[in-house]
């Protein structure tokens, strides 16, 4: 009797530590891609941040014709992107990531052909700058300031992606 006992004692035993391990393993795992997930998120507001002050010095200076600045907004909105990107490719727990790595790629054409316009030496419509100007302060101003796990944090994402799409035609 008292070795049936013990023996049902072991394979609890066994089993409860083989049962901590796996949980641990997993608590690792959790803790490392939320990390992973924080740094790259981080990288993304910093790029959406210096884009935002890019646009603000161009602003600054009155000179939203002036084709050196337009090439500095044109490189942070390339510099964006490819965040995004990054993004994607080495994290999870973003669904809708593709939609605006989409939208900002439209974005990044559009105002590559404003770019191109103003280098062909067309004016460029100050209105559209102001356009530009105030979609990306209000993404910027949205968007969560720290990566978490959480619905809220999705849901405030993809609200702040909303102002991205007002960029899509800035040629129209």
Known sequence: MKKNHSRIILLVTVFLIIASLIIFIDNVNTKKEFEVNSSYYTGFVA??????ETLSQTNETKSNGDVVHMLDVYTSII?????????????KGFPDIDILINDFSIFRNEYGYL??????????DPE????????????????PEEYENSREFTDQFNAATVHIKPLLHLNF
């Open 47 to 52: 790029r959406v941040q210096r884009l935002d």
């Open 79 to 91: 510099l964006v992107n490819d965040q995004l990107t990054l993004l994607k490719e080495n994290t």
């Open 115 to 124: 770019v191109k316009n103003q280098l062909e030496g067309h004016h460029v």
């Open 128 to 143: 559209i700058h102001l356009k530009v100007v105030t979609q990306i302060q209000l993404f910027l101003n949205n968007l």
